[in-house]
């Protein structure tokens, strides 16, 4: 079984900037496809950034966001920096054991089998 705990959320006026961590045990990490979702009362849980054999981010985020992994510290990081209110929701993260390798299967969240608590960002004007 794999544990994913996240932390860093808050909250934060527009154009600042927050740092999300989520920390994986349970199994080897580095082979994992990790992403990050989030999700607002009332929508669909929405593609945030991924990393598989590459990294790959939302249009809504792409040169805000930054996404990165250490394995090491089987810890992946999101950085969100020009924050907007549109931005707030519950930031998740989530893993796949096995590499996802298709885009469209990176943005999907029912292909990821383990997922965090959640933490809440949130961005006022």
């Known amino acids: 079984q794999v544990r994913l705990v996240e932390s860093g959320g808050g909250s934060v006026q527009a154009g600042g900037s927050l740092s999300l961590s989520c920390v994986a045990s349970?199994?080897?990490?580095?082979?994992?496809?990790m992403a990050w979702f989030r999700q607002v009362p009332g929508k669909e849980r929405e593609f945030v950034a991924g990393?598989?054999?590459?990294?790959y981010y939302a249009d809504s985020v792409k040169g805000r966001f930054t996404m990165s992994r250490d394995n090491a510290k089987n810890t992946v990081y999101l950085e969100m920096n020009s924050l907007k209110p549109e931005d707030t929701a519950v930031y998740y993260c989530a893993a796949s054991p096995t590499k996802l390798a298709i885009v469209v299967n990176i943005r999907t969240p029912r292909n990821y089998d383990y997922w965090g608590q959640g933490t809440q960002v949130t961005v006022s004007s």
């Open positions: 990393i598989d054999w590459g990294t």
């Open positions: 349970g199994r080897t990490f580095s082979n994992f496809a």
